[in-house]
């Protein structure tokens, strides 16, 4: 009798731990922020305004509001494609990166990551973290999940099939302009 409570819960432990799923948009969104890795939407609606013809044609004001639908799409884009470049264990992955980056060595980490070339993010991530610190960041840079995670990064990111559509819907919605989809993908 004793051992089926005792198996029950073991299996309800490993039940619960053992769940994986592909990480969640939220869960990448917070990271991409804390990283600031969240102007590729930013700089791609710039330069697609600035262009492409259908858009860079458009009056100044137009041109301004286009920018929001633009950078939200693209940035919609890249947090599919690394949850996707993540599979299965995403959700996991991400857990990893918040909780790291929550710690003082996880700051310094992120702070390194603005604007930097993927090769010098550890020592720049080393110029104000004590020993520990930089142990633990070295630590987190030879783990699994920075791995997993910047592997998605380098992955060309595609863009769904109905691109214009969706550009030009939210053009339409967003800034009341009226583009053909042809003219805008």
């Known amino acids: 009798m004793m051992r089926s409570p005792a198996l029950l819960l073991s299996l309800l432990c490993l039940a619960g731990v053992a769940q994986a799923a592909p990480a969640t948009d939220a869960q990448v969104q917070a990271v991409v922020q804390k990283l600031s890795l969240g102007t590729l939407g930013t700089d791609m609606a710039k330069l697609m305004v600035d262009n492409v013809p259908a858009l860079n044609a458009l009056p100044e004001a137009d041109r301004q509001c286009a920018h929001a639908p633009i ?43 603005a604007g930097a070339n993927p090769s010098t993010i550890a020592e720049k991530a080393n110029v104000d973290l004590s020993e520990k610190e930089r142990a633990e960041v070295a630590a987190f840079l030879g783990s699994p999940a920075y791995t997993r995670f910047i592997a998605t990064l380098d992955i060309e990111s595609e863009l769904p099939d109905d691109i214009g559509v969706q550009l030009a819907k939210g053009l339409q919605d967003q800034c009341r302009i009226a583009l053909n989809p042809d003219d805008i993908s």
């Open 71 to 113: 950078q939200t799409l693209l940035d919609a884009q890249f947090r599919r494609s690394v949850i996707a470049g993540l599979g299965n264990e995403g959700d996991q992955v991400m857990a990893e990166w918040s909780r790291f980056l929550a710690t003082p060595a996880g700051k310094g980490l992120s702070s390194a990551f």
